[in-house]
């Protein structure tokens, strides 16, 4: 007898992926073991990685320049064959601090397997360059 699992929707994904990036290292973790691939693959226009570790990684120094956020969609998720389009914004106290587009690719269980980043409106004196990551 074999045992099939449901795959997770789109929707979910996309809700739990934004859920997220308002968690402490610890709470990324335990979401991020159900929510991503193993080798889960990070490309924005300031760097890449791949795993789980240095995609958690990436908020700390965001989080050290700004301070409390908060990371919200900002439209409903779209999908299709296996991508979901999560549009977002970043919220600080002094209000919208950025914005931008990520594109999840999704595994056949429906666990994120890619993200693909994009700036839709970046804040005030973005400079990709300086803040480009090391490989």
């Known amino acids: ?14 809700e739990a992926y934004v859920s997220f990036w308002n968690l402490s ?12 691939t193993p080798d889960v693959a990070r ?9 789980l570790e240095p995609l958690i990684d990436f908020t700390h120094p ?3 320049g700004v301070g409390d956020f908060t990371f919200v969609a900002r439209a409903e998720p779209e999908s299709h ?14 209000g919208s601090f950025a914005e931008g587009t990520d ?19 970046a804040p ?5 360059d300086a803040h480009h990551e090391e490989a």
């Open 62 to 64: 965001f989080a050290e």
């Open 43 to 51: 490309s924005t226009p300031i760097g890449e990685s791949t795993g």
């Open 81 to 94: 064959h296996g991508h979901v389009r999560v549009r977002w914004e970043i919220r600080t106290e002094a």
């Open 25 to 36: 290292a610890d709470g990324q973790r335990t979401l991020g073991a159900t929510l991503f």
């Open 103 to 121: 594109v999840l690719d999704l595994d056949g269980s429906g666990r994120i397997a890619a993200i693909t980043a994009f700036i839709d409106r």
């Open 124 to 128: 005030d004196g973005f400079d990709p």
């Open 1 to 14: 007898m074999t045992t099939e699992t449901t795959p997770i929707s789109p929707a979910a994904t996309a």
